[in-house]
């Protein structure tokens, strides 16, 4: 099997300009994504978002004298981080079910790229509307060494059949059933 980019499926169409269902998903497709520099503002932002303020992350002072000898990024914003790095496309991965087995292998450094590797380890079926998809994802930096690796389970949708044509229906739509935001209300 060949290893395709994140970018596009077996058939050259780009995932997120048509994300496949779960039903055209095989066991064993891969992907990898674009790389993503970690920077001062990513590691101080999200200390100030979760309290993590460990000198490991915070004091450069203490960390040139950490076994590390330098400002590493916490692990959960570089397992947050491969997240967002995935094409997980909202019209098709409905929630993420849970992350399994992560492993933290090698520190990520301010100025670090990583990168993440997928691979569609299984998918189950869970009834005409969705399935399951169990993604084994490797995180990997601008040396191409391990630093992270992990499973994930989403939620992902399966074709719907064809719906008739709602275009003559849509000009009778009542107004009074629309949210703020779908009417403009919001946005005024």
Known sequence: MTTETIETTRDGTLWREAPPYFDDLEIGDSMESSGRTVTEYD???FAALTGDWHPQHADAAWAAESAFGRRIAHGMLVLSFALGLLPI???VVLALR???GAVLKRPVG???TIRVRARLADKRELGAEMGLVTLAVRIVNQAD????RMEIVVLWRRQSEEKPDETDQADETDEASLS???DGRLLA
């Open 180 to 182: 703020p935001l779908q």
């Open 43 to 45: 590691v101080v932002s």
């Open 145 to 148: 060494e391990l630093v992270a």
């Open 98 to 100: 849970s992350i399994d």
């Open 89 to 91: 496309d909202p019209r």
């Open 110 to 112: 301010l100025g670090d």
